[in-house]
Protein backbone atom coordinates (compact mmCIF):
# COMPACT_ATOMS: atom_id res chain seq x y z
CA UNK A 1 0.00 0.00 0.00
CA UNK A 2 1.60 3.20 -0.94
CA UNK A 3 2.44 5.63 1.41
CA UNK A 4 0.78 9.69 0.79
CA UNK A 5 3.32 11.91 1.17
CA UNK A 6 2.23 15.11 3.05
CA UNK A 7 3.94 17.46 0.71
CA UNK A 8 1.61 16.46 -2.22
CA UNK A 9 -1.78 17.77 0.29
CA UNK A 10 -0.05 21.07 1.27
CA UNK A 11 -0.77 22.41 -2.00
CA UNK A 12 -4.08 21.26 -1.95
CA UNK A 13 -5.35 22.92 1.96
CA UNK A 14 -3.27 26.02 0.58
CA UNK A 15 -5.40 26.56 -2.27
CA UNK A 16 -8.45 25.71 -0.22
CA UNK A 17 -7.35 27.64 2.55
CA UNK A 18 -6.57 31.17 0.16
CA UNK A 19 -3.14 31.24 1.78
CA UNK A 20 0.00 32.94 0.27
CA UNK A 21 2.15 30.80 -2.10
CA UNK A 22 4.86 31.94 0.55
CA UNK A 23 3.91 30.39 3.02
CA UNK A 24 2.78 27.41 0.77
CA UNK A 25 6.47 27.29 -0.74
CA UNK A 26 7.81 27.40 3.56
CA UNK A 27 5.51 24.50 4.39
CA UNK A 28 6.98 22.50 1.70
CA UNK A 29 10.32 23.02 2.95
CA UNK A 30 9.71 22.56 6.22
CA UNK A 31 7.63 19.53 5.71
CA UNK A 32 10.77 17.81 3.63
CA UNK A 33 12.85 18.71 6.48
CA UNK A 34 10.44 17.54 9.05
CA UNK A 35 10.66 13.81 6.80
CA UNK A 36 14.06 13.95 7.18
CA UNK A 37 13.09 14.01 10.93
CA UNK A 38 11.01 11.39 10.79
CA UNK A 39 8.28 13.43 12.36
CA UNK A 40 5.59 12.56 9.31
CA UNK A 41 5.49 8.88 10.05
CA UNK A 42 2.42 7.46 10.80
CA UNK A 43 0.90 10.82 10.83
CA UNK A 44 -2.29 11.84 8.68
CA UNK A 45 -0.46 13.65 6.08
CA UNK A 46 -4.23 16.17 5.37
CA UNK A 47 -3.46 16.74 9.41
CA UNK A 48 0.68 17.05 8.83
CA UNK A 49 0.02 19.65 6.00
CA UNK A 50 -2.58 21.77 7.84
CA UNK A 51 -0.11 22.50 10.57
CA UNK A 52 2.59 23.38 8.60
CA UNK A 53 0.89 25.48 6.58
CA UNK A 54 -0.28 26.54 9.88
CA UNK A 55 3.17 26.77 10.95
CA UNK A 56 4.27 28.68 8.13
CA UNK A 57 1.60 31.60 8.28
CA UNK A 58 2.23 32.29 11.71
CA UNK A 59 6.33 32.84 11.06
CA UNK A 60 5.28 35.05 7.87
CA UNK A 61 3.16 37.05 9.84
CA UNK A 62 0.19 35.66 7.82
CA UNK A 63 -3.22 36.02 9.22
CA UNK A 64 -4.56 32.73 9.22
CA UNK A 65 -6.78 30.34 11.74
CA UNK A 66 -6.15 26.94 12.79
CA UNK A 67 -9.96 26.51 11.96
CA UNK A 68 -9.55 27.59 8.58
CA UNK A 69 -6.71 25.14 7.63
CA UNK A 70 -8.98 22.47 9.57
CA UNK A 71 -11.32 22.99 7.74
CA UNK A 72 -9.60 23.14 4.45
CA UNK A 73 -7.77 19.79 5.48
CA UNK A 74 -11.21 18.20 6.77
CA UNK A 75 -9.21 17.67 10.01
CA UNK A 76 -10.53 19.22 13.52
CA UNK A 77 -8.38 21.57 15.10
CA UNK A 78 -7.56 19.27 17.97
CA UNK A 79 -5.38 17.32 15.02
CA UNK A 80 -3.69 20.78 13.90
CA UNK A 81 -2.60 22.04 17.50
CA UNK A 82 -1.29 18.51 17.99
CA UNK A 83 0.30 18.40 14.62
CA UNK A 84 1.74 21.37 15.24
CA UNK A 85 3.01 21.18 18.25
CA UNK A 86 4.75 17.60 17.13
CA UNK A 87 6.44 19.60 14.23
CA UNK A 88 7.63 22.62 16.63
CA UNK A 89 9.86 19.92 18.40
CA UNK A 90 11.17 17.89 15.55
CA UNK A 91 12.02 21.25 13.17
CA UNK A 92 13.50 22.79 17.14
CA UNK A 93 11.35 25.79 16.22
CA UNK A 94 10.02 27.89 18.98
CA UNK A 95 6.46 29.35 20.04
CA UNK A 96 5.47 30.24 16.53
Known sequence: MPIDDPADYITKVAENAKVSSDVEGLAIKLIRE???NYA???KDPSGLAAAILYLSARMLKE???QAQLAKAAN????TVRNRKR???KSLYLNKA
Open 34 to 36: AKR
Open 40 to 42: TTG
Open 63 to 65: KVT
Open 75 to 78: VTEV
Open 86 to 88: DLM
